[in-house]
């Protein structure tokens, strides 16, 4: 019987199965959707499709770092016991090390690429393949790769075994690694969302703004009303913005003073272009 395209489709849609196997099953089952199915099957790779509707809240973060980038993925399963083993790790790895290449640059795009370790396979055919080898659901929960630009440093700091990544790009030199990386432990502890105030949208600081309006006591007048709401906001600012934070390792000075200062020591026009904080359930 010849296997035509809707019935690959077919077959595909049922199993979740890529298009290669869907179709050398098909063959081999005479054209029978069931019997493809059940040879899929046999051979644990539509074994993963139920799988894949169960959450999966654990997960770690990966990174590899080349001369042109930076490739991190992030991976979740159902259960710590399978995020800390062997297999899902050295899948991880392999996954940034894909990542790293920069033929891609979205999770989407990255999904369908191919597998370079083994021919014939997409990375998520090889996603597919695992849950059915380690028996839990596996999710690509984010995939990206971060270009290297000229006179930039990157700190890089993976903490909690991979539950928490982050990166910190220092413009002004390539030489400030060790610096970057001593912010990135820093924005690893205290969890800024956003660079500067800048970087806030405006709907986040209007909604903060009547936070902080309904919070001041009724009938203050309304030069008080400013100064009070300013003064909250403030604080708002040095919770969430790196650049406004009080540094973890010396409390006295913020993040923005803390470069300056390394600026003014080095002779470099040294300050933070950007930042990356990924954590596994946030």
Same mark, same amino acid.
């Given at each position: %019987?010849?296997?035509?395209?809707?019935?690959?489709?077919?077959?595909?849609?049922?199993?979740?199965?890529?298009?290669?196997?869907?179709?050398?099953?098909?063959?081999?089952?005479?054209?029978?959707?069931?019997?493809?199915?059940?040879?899929?099957? @046999?051979?644990?790779?539509?074994?993963?499709?139920? @799988?894949?509707?169960?959450?999966?809240?654990?997960?770690?973060?990966? *990174?590899?770092?080349?001369?042109?980038?930076?490739?991190?993925?992030? %991976?979740?399963?159902?259960?710590? *016991?399978?995020?800390?083993?062997?297999?899902?790790?050295?899948?991880?790895?392999?996954?940034?090390?894909?990542?790293?290449?920069?033929?891609?640059?979205?999770?989407?795009?990255?999904? !369908?690429?191919?597998?370079?370790?083994?021919?014939?396979?997409?990375?998520?055919?090889?996603?597919?393949?695992?849950?059915?080898?380690?028996?839990?659901?596996?999710?690509?929960?984010?995939?990206?790769?971060?270009?290297?630009?000229?006179?930039?440093?990157?700190?890089?700091?993976?903490?909690?075994?991979?539950?928490?990544?982050?990166?910190?790009?220092?413009?002004?030199?390539?030489?400030?690694?060790? *610096?970057?990386?001593?912010?990135?432990?820093?924005?690893?502890?205290?969890?800024?969302?956003?660079?500067?105030?800048?970087?806030?949208?405006?709907?986040? =600081?209007?909604?903060?703004? &009547?936070?902080?309006?309904?919070?001041?006591?009724?009938? =203050?007048?309304?030069?008080?009303?400013?100064?009070?709401?300013?003064?909250?906001?403030?604080?708002?600012?040095?919770?969430?913005?790196?650049?406004?934070?009080?540094?973890?390792?010396?409390?006295?000075?913020?993040? !923005?003073?803390?470069?300056?200062?390394?600026?003014? &020591?080095?002779? =470099?026009?040294?300050?933070?272009?950007? *930042?990356?904080?990924?954590?596994?359930?946030?």
């Amino acid at each position: %019987m010849t296997v035509t395209a809707q019935m690959i489709k077919n077959l595909r849609d049922r199993t979740g199965v890529g298009m290669i196997k869907c179709k050398k099953a098909l063959e081999e089952s005479g054209g029978d959707i069931e019997g493809a199915i059940s040879l899929l099957r @046999k051979a644990g790779v539509a074994s993963a499709v139920k @799988k894949e509707s169960r959450e999966a809240k654990e997960g770690a973060i990966d *990174f590899v770092e080349t001369a042109e980038g930076i490739g991190i993925v992030q %991976m979740n399963a159902e259960t710590d *016991f399978v995020v800390n083993n062997d297999k899902f790790r050295s899948f991880l790895h392999d996954l940034a090390e894909e990542m790293a290449t920069g033929e891609v640059s979205d999770k989407e795009a990255f999904s !369908q690429k191919d597998y370079s370790k083994e021919a014939g396979k997409s990375v998520d055919e090889k996603r597919k393949e695992m849950i059915a080898v380690l028996g839990e659901n596996m999710i690509i929960s984010k995939a990206m790769f971060v270009k290297k630009k000229d006179n930039v440093s990157y700190g890089i700091y993976s903490h909690m075994n991979g539950k928490i990544f982050t990166m910190v790009e220092v413009e002004g030199s390539n030489g400030e690694q060790a *610096f970057a990386k001593e912010i990135a432990m820093h924005a690893a502890a205290e969890a800024p969302e956003y660079l500067s105030s800048d970087d806030i949208p405006k709907e986040v =600081k209007e909604q903060e703004e &009547e936070i902080a309006k309904s919070r001041v006591p009724a009938g =203050k007048p309304a030069e008080i009303v400013e100064k009070i709401v300013s003064g909250k906001m403030q604080s708002f600012y040095n919770e969430v913005c790196l650049l406004n934070q009080k540094y973890i390792k010396d409390t006295a000075v913020s993040i !923005q003073s803390l470069v300056e200062a390394k600026a003014k &020591e080095t002779g =470099k026009a040294l300050k933070i272009c950007g *930042f990356y904080r990924l954590q596994v359930g946030a």
